[in-house]
C-alpha cells in the first residue's frame, strides 16, 4: 500500500514570495506518478503539476515547479511569485503505473497555503 | 471540457435515512471514484469503478455502497446515514490509460451534514 505525507498542515507567506510544500511517500512500486493538486474556497480540485517517476527532470508549469527526489522519495511544490489567487489547500497524490489507474489516487492530508497581501 | 456533475452540492439529511449522491461525468471515462474529504484527513478513498456494473472497495468502505448501471454515472448510497457520516463527497474520473494522460477530473463536491 502507498503512503502519502505531507507535514505543514498550514503555511503563510506574503504576496510575490516563493514557498515551497513538501511531500514525502512511502512505496515499492518502480513506475508511477505524483501529483499537486490545487483546491480552492470553490472547492473544485484542480490539477496543479504531474510528474511521470521515470523522467529525471522535474516538471514546470508557469510559476509552479517540483523537485522530485526518487531515491529519497519526496515530491515538493514550489510556488514563484505567490499571488493571492494562490490561496487554497494543496494536496499531493500518487498513482503507481500498472492497473490503468483504475486504483484511484492516494492522497496526503493536504496544506493549507495562505497568501498574504 | 471534462464535466464531472455531482448532483447536490449542499445535502442535509436525518440519522437512519437512506442517502443517495449521484455522480454523472460526460467523456466516457472507464474509471469512476467517491471520496471522502475531511478537515485534516486529506482524500479518503470509500469506492471505485472501473468499467460498468463493477465496483471494487477503497480504504474506507464501511456504511457505504455503490451502484454503476451506466458507464456515465456513479451512484453513492448511505444505506442508513449516521453523524459521523457528514463530510464532503468528492467523485471523479478518468481515463483507463496507465498512461502519460493519467489524472483525474473531479466533480465540485457534495457537503452532506446528518443530524
Known amino acids: 500500500a502507498q503512503t502519502v505525507t505531507q507535514s505543514q498542515p498550514e503555511m503563510s507567506v506574503q504576496e510575490a514570495e516563493t514557498v515551497t510544500l513538501s511531500c514525502t511517500y512511502d512505496?515499492?512500486?518502480?513506475?508511477?506518478?505524483l501529483f499537486w493538486y490545487k483546491q480552492p474556497p470553490s472547492r473544485q480540485m484542480i490539477l496543479v503539476i504531474r510528474?511521470?517517476?521515470?523522467?529525471?527532470q522535474n516538471a514546470t508549469e508557469n510559476r509552479f515547479s517540483v523537485n522530485f527526489q526518487k531515491a529519497a522519495k519526496s515530491f515538493s511544490l514550489k510556488i514563484s511569485d505567490s499571488q493571492l489567487g494562490d490561496t487554497a489547500m494543496y494536496f499531493c497524490?500518487?498513482?503507481?503505473?500498472?492497473?490503468?489507474?483504475?486504483?484511484?489516487?492516494?492522497f496526503g492530508k493536504g496544506t493549507h497555503l495562505i497568501i498574504q497581501p | 471540457d471534462v464535466k464531472v456533475t455531482q448532483s447536490s452540492r449542499y445535502l442535509v439529511k436525518r440519522t437512519g435515512e437512506k442517502v443517495f449522491l449521484e455522480c454523472v461525468q460526460d467523456?466516457?471515462?472507464?474509471?469512476m471514484f467517491w471520496y471522502r474529504q475531511d478537515p485534516g484527513l486529506g482524500l479518503r478513498l470509500i469506492y471505485f469503478?472501473?468499467?460498468?456494473?463493477?465496483?471494487e472497495k477503497g480504504d474506507i468502505p464501511e456504511g457505504y455502497s455503490v451502484s454503476r448501471e451506466k458507464k456515465e454515472r456513479f451512484s453513492l448510497i448511505l444505506e442508513s446515514a449516521s453523524t459521523n457520516q457528514t463530510s464532503m463527497y468528492l467523485c471523479?474520473?478518468?481515463?483507463?490509460?496507465?498512461?502519460?494522460?493519467?489524472?483525474?477530473?473531479f466533480g465540485s463536491g457534495t457537503q452532506l451534514s446528518v443530524l
Open positions: 469503478s472501473y468499467d460498468v456494473k463493477m465496483k
Open positions: 512505496t515499492s512500486e518502480n513506475n508511477y506518478y
Open positions: 471523479a474520473s478518468s481515463f483507463q490509460t496507465g498512461g502519460a494522460d493519467e489524472k483525474l477530473f
Open positions: 497524490a500518487f498513482i503507481p503505473y500498472s492497473g490503468g489507474g483504475a486504483d484511484g489516487l492516494t
Open positions: 467523456m466516457d471515462h472507464e474509471n
Open positions: 510528474q511521470e517517476a521515470y523522467k529525471q
